[in-house]
């Protein structure tokens, strides 16, 4: 089945920088890559997403990029706010598939 | 809010207790799943249902046990659970099998004593 990895666990930017999340996958079948947020005590909540037919996807502050040939994906946050400060996961999921696997989460902080 | 919830949010109960979680989408949407998240582990998809009839089962020990009586209700029925079950456990709904947007509820928090 599919393995998602994600690095790091935890990372760490001052406010106004920029932050990097990867994640590599292992099912070259796979095809649909979304991210979510977590903050403290709600769900996950999708924040952006990418499919394979596509190399880069942007959304005002937020951006995520595929390679397919290497089997990663990244999500760029640039201008980080301390309203950035969660945990986010990366997920990958193909078609036949029903359910998404997720990676481990990396809890982001934005340092003032 | 994503239009996905669940209640109770925060449940505590001992391993002899009967309890039930509920989750209830207000999205119109025909596909529900239970995910378990644990602390330092990735989610794990527990069940999946499709117009109320389950299509996926990862594998749950039978102590989890869930019903969809219609395409906007969950349950999870817990009976004898373990410690180690303590967990997040969140419902999420997408539109339906294949389309993968899926939108999250709060989450229960469920402490087994």
């Known amino acids: 089945g599919e393995n998602v990895e994600q690095h790091p666990s935890t990372l760490s930017v001052q406010e106004g920088d920029s932050a990097v999340i990867k994640c590599t996958y292992s099912?070259?079948?796979?095809?649909?890559f979304p991210w979510y947020k977590q903050e403290l005590g709600k769900g996950p909540q999708l924040i952006i997403d990418i499919r394979s037919n596509v190399g880069e996807k942007k959304d005002q502050r937020i951006a995520v990029t595929l390679n397919k040939t290497a089997k990663h994906f990244s999500l760029h946050i640039t201008e980080t706010q301390p309203e950035d400060s969660a945990v986010y996961f990366c997920a990958a999921s193909k078609r036949g598939a029903d359910g998404l696997t997720f990676g481990k989460g990396t809890h982001l902080i934005i340092q003032p | 809010e994503t239009g996905v919830t669940q209640t109770p949010r925060h449940l505590v109960m001992g391993m002899t207790n009967k309890k039930s979680l509920k989750c209830e989408q207000h999205?119109?949407?025909?596909?529900m799943y239970w995910y378990k998240q644990s602390a330092k582990k990735p989610l794990e998809l527990m069940f999946v249902y499709s117009l109320e009839e389950r299509v996926e089962n990862n594998s749950v020990p039978s102590r989890f046990s869930p019903e969809c009586p219609n395409s906007s209700h969950l349950f999870l029925h817990l009976h004898t659970l373990q410690p180690e079950d303590s967990a997040l456990y969140l419902c999420?709904?997408?539109?339906?099998?294949?389309?993968?947007?899926?939108?999250f509820g709060p989450g229960t928090r469920l402490t087994v004593t």
């Open positions: 999420a709904s997408s539109q339906a099998l294949g389309k993968y947007e899926q939108y």
């Open positions: 999205l119109g949407h025909n596909a």
């Open positions: 099912d070259s079948a796979s095809n649909y």
